[in-house]
């Protein structure tokens, strides 16, 4: 398992936007998605986006949660190993903690994790009305 370091959260008025940053110390093995899930207080933590780069070939395959389509936008850089997730159009409901993870299941608009994903401390973000 990678370790993975989330950065980029804060606080942010509804309609703006924030970028998060996941920095995996190590290759992000290629074949795998990756993605970052949320919490909010008193809820269950639900897949958000995820990103899938196939072993033959560099194309990336994009996953997001039907809450965030259209708003939110996933990102991989394999060179600096890191992982990206530009959120617009921010929504109150979208206050969270963010974790960045690895090895997801990811297919439709299910994000999820299995018994082999790993994960970070996560970043918190909260956006006001």
């Known amino acids: 398992q990678v370790p993975l370091q989330e950065s980029g959260g804060g606080s942010v008025q509804a309609g703006g936007s924030l970028r998060l940053s996941c920095a995996a110390s190590?290759?992000?093995?290629?074949?795998?998605?990756m993605g970052w899930l949320r919490q909010a207080p008193g809820k269950e933590r639900e897949g958000v986006a995820g990103?899938?780069?196939?072993?033959?070939?560099?194309?990336?395959?994009?996953y997001y949660a039907d809450s965030v389509k259209g708003r939110f936008t996933i990102s991989q850089d394999n060179a600096e190993n890191t992982v990206y997730l530009q959120m617009n159009s921010l929504k109150v409901e979208d206050t969270a903690m963010y974790y960045c993870?690895?090895?997801?299941?990811?297919?439709?608009?299910?994000?999820?994790?299995?018994?082999?994903?790993?994960w970070g401390q996560g970043t918190r973000v909260t956006v006001s009305a």
């Open positions: 993870a690895a090895d997801l299941e990811c297919h439709g608009t299910t994000i999820r994790t299995m018994y082999s994903s790993s």
């Open positions: 990103i899938y780069t196939g072993i033959s070939t560099p194309v990336s395959i994009s």
């Open positions: 190590g290759y992000i093995s290629s074949g795998t998605c």
